[in-house]
């Protein structure tokens, strides 16, 4: 089984706008238009099984739209192969609701992003959301580290993770990009080993060359192989989960650098399904 972890989509109406504005911002190229019905079938073509979407709340009237579109999703999830997360925002103050209502309704989990959010991680008001998600037994997945968008937004770095780490020891967090993208000498140091998952999304960028300069100094923008098995043995490969980052990633060259990485074979039928199949819950 393969599951990916970490996927995008847009509505139809305005999925190829939304795409093509973030692939400039971030000078980037997609993978796939960003409709489900792109996912889907690039999931198909890759052998993948189940995709996980993960939606962001860029306000905080969107998470009613969010939320609900993700419960229609679900429906079809045994047809489609596709599960949604919900959405929620850090200035939305019936948090408890919110999540209360996602957990009613079979939601597994919600996706935080404090870059485009623009709020620190630690912050008290993501602080309640974790803790609240947690009590109903939801997943929490959040940016983790720099974004190649924003440039020097510290939001999500690894010395905020570690307070919520630290203040919280949050069950069922997900820091998404092996831990921090282009924070992974600290992932390595702090992170890895505590008692949270990391998903692999946008860190072994086996098709996108990336250089340049995210934290105000430059450097090479990409996780080598060498660091990425250091980090997954520090952490343990059973606590790694395989993701694409779709539209980004190309989901069938993004599972042969898994599979090529050095991992055994054990380890990689692990991070390629069997984690995120038992986290879950399917």
Known sequence: MIIDFHTHTFPEAIAEKAVSKLAATANIKNNTNGTVAELKAAADSAGIDYSVLL????????????????????????????LSFGGIHPDNAEYKEIIKNLAEHGIKGIKIHPVYQ??????????????????????????????????????????????????????????????????????????????????????????????????????????????????????????ILFGTDSPWGRQAEDIKSIKESGLSSEEQTAVLGENAAMLLGI
């Open 118 to 239: 623009d709020t620190y991680i630690d912050d008290i008001r993501y602080l309640n959301i974790i803790d609240t998600a947690c009590e109903y037994g939801l997943i929490t997945v959040v940016h983790a580290g720099y974004d190649i968008g924003f440039p020097g937004n510290d939001k999500a770095t690894v010395p905020h993770i570690k307070n919520v780490i630290d203040t919280l020891h949050p069950q069922k967090f997900v820091l998404a990009h092996m831990g921090g993208w282009d924070n992974w000498d600290e992932v390595e140091e702090i992170i890895a080993g505590s008692d949270v998952w990391l998903d692999t999304s946008f860190a072994l960028l086996p098709n996108i060359a990336l250089s340049g300069e995210i934290r105000n100094k430059p450097g090479e923008l990409q996780l080598s192989n060498e660091q990425f098995l250091r980090i997954v043995r520090k952490h343990g490969a059973n606590r």
């Open 55 to 82: 939606p962001v709340a860029t306000s905080p009237k969107q998470h009613s739209t969010i939320n609900r579109v993700a419960i229609e999703i679900n429906e079809k999830f045994r047809e489609t192969g596709i």
